[in-house]
């Protein structure tokens, strides 16, 4: 009874992230002047740059998280929900901090932000899947050979990062 109780604890946090992401990008998509770091030309829409920076990295989360849950091999479900969190949690800290940026509740410009979120997506998001997601799954799922591994931990979370920033990025060049 106790591991289904943590399970559906912290698959219904994943999923509140993922509401919570949602929102910011909507209230990024509607005000996207206020939040957008990326020059682009002057004929180009901000509002339809900002929609297609926002949706695609969305619907990949989204997308990672319902094959991670229907997945019906116990050998595969971990994974993809660690990636999922992996690569959710690059995502809500990337429109959390331009958000904030942008909206000057942090008190310094884009470059400033731009390092800080260097420093989240290499070392204090990887460290907040580790000791707090990590741990929950491991109890989920004692047999898995990728929870207990720290070096497939850190691939993942790499190849997570990697497939956050290819997505971003290639959202961005669109314009």
Do not use: H
Not at 107 to 116: A, D, R, T
């Amino acid at each position: 009874m106790n591991s289904i109780l943590e399970k559906a604890d912290v698959d219904e946090a994943f999923e509140l992230m993922l509401v919570i992401t949602g929102v910011v990008c909507a209230i990024m998509s509607q005000y996207p002047e206020y939040f957008w770091w990326t020059q682009y030309p002057e004929d180009f829409p901000i509002a339809l740059a900002a929609t297609r920076s926002l949706i695609l990295p969305l619907v990949v989360a989204l997308t990672l998280w319902i094959v991670g849950k229907l997945v019906t091999n116990l050998r595969y479900q971990p994974v993809i929900k660690v990636f999922a969190w992996m690569y959710a949690l690059n995502l809500t800290f990337g429109f959390v901090l331009m958000y904030m940026v942008g909206s000057k509740w942090l008190p310094f410009g884009p470059e400033i932000g731009v390092g800080l979120g260097n420093t989240l997506f290499f070392f204090i998001i990887p460290s907040l899947n580790y000791v707090i997601v990590l741990p929950k799954y491991k109890k989920m799922y004692a047999e898995s050979k990728f929870l207990q591994s720290k070096i497939m931990f850190i691939v993942a979370s790499i190849v997570a990062l990697l497939l956050f920033l290819i997505t971003a990025g290639f959202i961005l060049s669109l314009g």
